[in-house]
């Protein structure tokens, strides 16, 4: 039995974490082994629960004998932080130094979210988790100032995941703007020259029950990182395409280039996952990006 704090469960991953627990089955529709079964999860957000103020986070996890944190917060309105530098920095660097601080001072174990933003997205393959990091806009710095404190504080059997364009049935995102625009334009123009793979968050929800469930994948003295996308490649534009296609929505989808839709920060062009550790730790079958769509567009009732 463990006692285990979510941060940001009102976000997309966190709000799916939250239904799969209270589901208690695995993609394969058998029960959590006890350890998780028999777990007492924590859903915290912001006005339950200030992680930006370490006493609060310390005072949480010592009321509450939190043996392991799962951080799904983050600031994630990226064109907003180049504005907005030092509520992102609080969110996504300061708080996840404080995190894992606690961590480390109670031996409780930290998994934290994190992003491919770290990276310039000019590789010509698929990053590997200690491929060096050169974010090109405030939110992938901030998230990588995130990785590093937790590194630097290096709390005991503790986990870092990137992942890349997160998209559930909850919150706001790419797939919820194309269904909406779509029904109210004929036609849309969306980039083609970025190109990475959506990640549902249902999917990484799973992996990190399978990552609490695994005692011996969380026995690590220094902390791990791990990359997690779905599965295959694609760029906004095919993902858009797609969308309109599985959900019958009759809309247009004209390919444009980054340059004629320039926005506040800089994205990665290149922002492809290696996923093999991950993989190959966990025993993971992760899904082809366009059947988890398939799913997600189910669950939000937009399946043709």
């Given at each position: ?49 200030d ?28 064109d ?10 609080k ?5 996840v ?47 990588l100032?995130?990785?590093?404190a ?48 959506p ?25 791990e ?41 800089q994205?990665p062009?290149?922002s ?23 799913e ?9």
């Open positions: 039995m463990l006692n285990i704090l979510v941060t940001g469960s009102n976000g997309q991953l966190g709000s799916e974490l939250r239904e799969l627990v209270n589901h208690s089955t695995l993609p394969n529709g058998n029960a959590f082994r006890c350890n998780i079964q028999h777990s007492t999860f924590h859903f915290t957000d912001k006005t339950t629960l992680i930006t103020n370490k006493n609060a986070v310390n005072d949480f996890c010592l009321t509450n004998d939190i043996e392991v944190i799962v951080n799904c917060a983050a600031y994630t309105a990226v907003k932080a180049e504005e907005d530098q030092e509520n992102a920095e969110v996504n660097h300061l708080a130094k404080y995190l894992a601080e606690v961590a480390k001072e109670h031996n409780i174990s930290l998994i934290h979210i994190s992003t491919d933003y770290v990276f310039d997205g000019t590789n010509y393959r698929p990053y590997i988790e200690n491929d060096p990091a050169n974010p090109k806009s405030v939110y992938g710095a901030t998230k100032a995130g990785e590093k937790m590194q630097e504080a290096n709390p005991a059997n503790s986990i870092i995941i990137r992942t890349s364009w997160v998209y559930s049935s909850f919150g706001n995102n790419f797939v919820k703007t194309m269904l909406r625009l779509g029904k109210e334009r004929d036609t849309l123009g969306v980039i083609f020259d970025q190109v990475g793979t990640t549902y968050a249902k999917d990484l929800a799973h992996a990190l029950l399978r990552m609490l469930n695994d005692e011996c994948l969380m026995l690590n003295d220094t902390v990182i791990y990359h997690y996308s779905n599965e295959g490649v694609t760029s906004w534009y095919d993902f858009a395409k797609a969308i309109f296609e599985l959900s019958g929505i009759e809309c247009k989808v004209n390919p444009i280039e980054t340059k004629a839709y320039p926005t506040p920060a994205r062009h290149y492809l996952l290696n996923k093999a550790k991950i993989k190959k730790e966990l025993g993971l079958t992760i899904p082809y990006w366009k059947d988890s769509l398939d997600c567009l189910k669950a939000l009732g937009e399946r043709r």
